[in-house]
């Protein structure tokens, strides 16, 4: 690799950073640290997310609003970015699609199918759920064409720069377990559904149906 190319490789980063929601000095950020669940799972109140939740300290926040998971609902904590990881991310802006922005971003969001996430550091406790900060958000969904691999994704912001489930284990051990019972437990009963309960249902339905056709012929 020629050292004209690193150079060109380093003068494009930096001046991608230029115009990077994250500071690239990699400050030391205070950022709200908890879990929040749609009902009560957890006995441990100081894990609950709130104006007196727990702060813990890195580099980075993050948050992440999950909108079809039955148990988690919303999580916050911190993060510690290399430089790497942080010209990763804005190079990957580039290739991502935009779906929203605002004026003064400090927010640098992606919202998928299950999960919008976000990141910060331009100011303390900038995952706070109360405070309405300037974001920019992009796509994070798969993007197939006969051109490239189905499965590759192609447009997800954070994909293979940052860990996100790793982080929220730091906070709830408990994460993983859960989401993957959870997951056991709704394939469980669709199955049963389909080899009983959904079954007699269904029978019974068909029957209703039948009925209503009989009756109805009497009457025209």
Request: with cysteine; glycine share 4%; hydrophobic share 35%.
């Amino acid at each position: 690799m020629s050292k004209s190319y690193l150079i060109l490789l380093y003068l494009k980063i930096i001046f991608t950073l230029d115009e990077f929601e994250l500071d690239s000095q990699l400050p030391t950020v205070t950022c709200r640290q908890c879990v929040q669940v749609w009902r009560s799972v957890s006995k441990d109140s100081r894990a609950a997310c709130g104006l007196n939740s727990v702060t813990c300290t890195g580099n980075a926040c993050f948050m992440r609003q999950c909108k079809h998971c039955p148990l988690y609902q919303y999580m916050t904590g911190c993060l510690l970015l290399t430089e790497w990881q942080l010209a990763d991310l804005a190079l990957m802006k580039q290739r991502s699609d935009l779906l929203a922005t605002r004026v003064g971003s400090i927010l640098l969001c992606e919202d998928s199918v299950n999960y919008t996430t976000c990141i910060c550091n331009r100011k303390d406790k900038c995952n706070d759920i109360h405070t309405r900060s300037p974001f920019t958000t992009y796509a994070g969904s798969l993007r197939t064409s006969k051109f490239r691999n189905p499965f590759a994704f192609s447009g997800s912001l954070f994909n293979g720069i940052i860990n996100f489930e790793q982080a929220i284990n730091k906070i709830d051990p408990r994460y993983g377990d859960r989401q993957s019972k959870h997951s056991f437990a709704f394939k469980n009963f669709l199955l049963n559904c389909a080899t009983h309960y959904c079954f007699y249902v269904s029978r019974i339905f068909i029957m209703l149906y039948l009925l209503k056709i009989f009756y109805s012929s009497f009457l025209y």
